[in-house]
């Protein structure tokens, strides 16, 4: 028997300081694993982060940020299982 792994997870990463606080990526998250932070970026506006879990991967967020390169979404590579013999 093999030990059972637990799966890495994608997640987003939010660049604090290109977001505009449009708030769609957020509206756009089935998931609801975005929010807006209390704290202001550079600009003054509150930023979105990710709450730390519900991300799929989907890229809902991505797609709708109006803000070039403000959202990037990780999605980690799957390891190959060895057979066992």
Do not use: W
């Not at 290109?18 to 970026?41: H, P, Y």
């Amino acid at each position: 028997m093999t030990k059972s792994k637990k799966r890495p997870q994608p997640f987003p990463i939010i660049h604090k300081e290109e977001c505009k606080s449009c708030n769609r990526c957020v509206i756009s998250c089935k998931n609801n694993a975005l929010e807006l932070s209390k704290d202001l970026n550079e600009s003054g506006y509150n930023y979105v982060v990710y709450k730390g879990k519900g991300c799929n991967g989907c890229g809902d967020c991505y797609y709708t940020c109006p803000e070039p390169l403000a959202v990037e979404i990780h999605i980690p590579k799957r390891k190959k299982l060895k057979k066992e013999e």
